[in-house]
């Protein structure tokens, strides 16, 4: 069993170093989120499991130049009009913690999912939340499931906090294979983890089969849906899993305002779960204190912007064509995506394709599994997609 009282100098320490002992800094411009620990192989690249990894920079404390930055999954229309006007009318308050409104958030919030408020925990990020999530349940070990590949901050800091992983391989369709995620259950599992879609595949898993799974597992341990990607569904409502919370089970859905509300530097991000699972959270963390007074606001106007949220995913899903039909012509392979971002095949090593494509200032993400080299290339503006391919296409020739 792992001290429950880790002290917060130990976190910090553990949290930024490598198994091998090498710091690892942040790098903010290569990726949406820091990994935090990363296990590096002779070659520096991250290491996830025995069936993935993720190639690097060379030098990840560079911070070249790009004229398409494809590489974090931030929406390039953002924030929206209203947004912006909540933001700046707010900004004289920055001054002020925003306590008071943070609640008015909750309550609309709470108003929109359907949900009574005591079931809302904020935080800056879903990332924050999937993170304080780990640090919680796993102090006194235990093991997480998930997807493999998945989306690794909360694997990260669970392995971190004390807490092992236990991968299991996507289905070859892409969706998550909830029957031996099921059988991967054990009496150390702390709890179930499930982006969807998925991050780095862009995939989804049916929704009712998920909703199925998810409705008989949270009764043996919880269950966490990561849905920051939902909404660039036409239909994401329907493939929610945000129903289960008002039946009493035991899951967490994470969302976020950083993706398809364009407010990836703005820091608003909220779980829905069971009272008593946050209140277990809130106990040790105050998730709601990193988000900003302008933020707050900024977040209200955003909800109330639905022409935006349309135009964000209409856009989104034209790049997307745009990218399918240019890959097809170079005689490319890719994995259909129903996200901001799609994965492909590329025949060529992948810390020499991050640095030819950046070259070309052009920045991606490049990805080792299922045995074969992938870019992962976020959607931008049509320009900044019409930019990528014609530097793939010098890459790749």
Not at 84 to 97: F, H, M, P
Not at 176 to 204: F, Q
Not at 230 to 242: I, K
Not at 285 to 302: L, Q
Request: net charge negative.
């Amino acid at each position: 069993m792992k001290n429950e009282n880790l002290n917060r100098r130990d976190w910090i320490k553990r949290g930024f170093l490598t198994a091998g002992g090498v710091t690892l800094f942040p790098y903010v411009t290569f990726a949406e989120t820091a990994k935090v620990p990363v296990q590096l192989d002779v070659n520096g690249d991250a290491v996830y499991s025995p069936f993935f990894k993720e190639y690097l920079p060379e030098n990840l404390r560079e911070f070249p130049i790009l004229e398409a930055k494809l590489n974090a999954n931030e929406n390039p229309y953002g924030p929206s009009p209203m947004a912006l006007e909540a933001l700046k009318k707010s900004a004289a308050g920055g001054n002020r913690y925003a306590w008071k409104e943070l609640f008015q958030l909750v309550d609309k919030i709470a108003e929109f999912e359907g949900v009574a408020p005591k079931n809302i925990m904020m935080g800056p990020g879903s990332s924050d939340l999937l993170e304080k999530t780990a640090m919680v349940l796993f102090m006194n070990g235990g093991n997480v499931v998930s997807a493999d590949p998945a989306y690794m901050s909360l694997i990260r800091v669970a392995e971190a906090a004390g807490g092992t992983w236990k991968p299991v391989p996507l289905k070859n369709d892409w969706s998550h294979d909830l029957k031996a995620m099921e059988e991967a259950i054990d009496s150390e599992t702390k709890l179930v983890y499930i982006c969807n879609p998925n991050n780095p595949t862009g995939t989804t898993t049916d929704a009712a089969e998920l909703l199925d799974f998810c409705s008989r597992i949270s009764e043996r341990v919880p269950v966490f849906v990561d849905e920051a990607y939902l909404w660039f569904l036409e239909d994401g409502t329907e493939q929610s899993m945000v129903s289960l919370i008002n039946e009493g089970k035991d899951v967490i859905i994470a969302r976020t305002f950083s993706k398809i509300h364009g407010m990836a530097g703005l820091r608003v991000g909220y779980a829905i779960a069971q009272e008593t699972t946050l209140d277990k959270i809130q106990k040790i963390t105050r998730a709601g204190m990193g988000i900003s007074y302008p933020s707050v606001f900024a977040a209200m106007g955003a909800m109330d912007d639905t022409e935006f949220l349309e135009s964000s995913r209409r856009q989104n899903m034209a790049c997307r064509e745009y990218v399918y039909e240019s890959l097809t012509q170079m005689g490319l392979e890719y994995v259909p995506s129903h996200t901001s971002f799609l994965i492909f095949p590329i025949e060529m090593e992948g810390k020499d394709f991050l640095k030819k494509m950046t070259d070309l200032k052009v920045g991606v993400r490049a990805f080792n599994f299922m045995n074969r080299n992938w870019c992962r290339v976020s959607m931008g503006t049509m320009d900044e997609m019409k930019l990528f391919t014609a530097a793939l296409g010098q890459v790749l020739t």
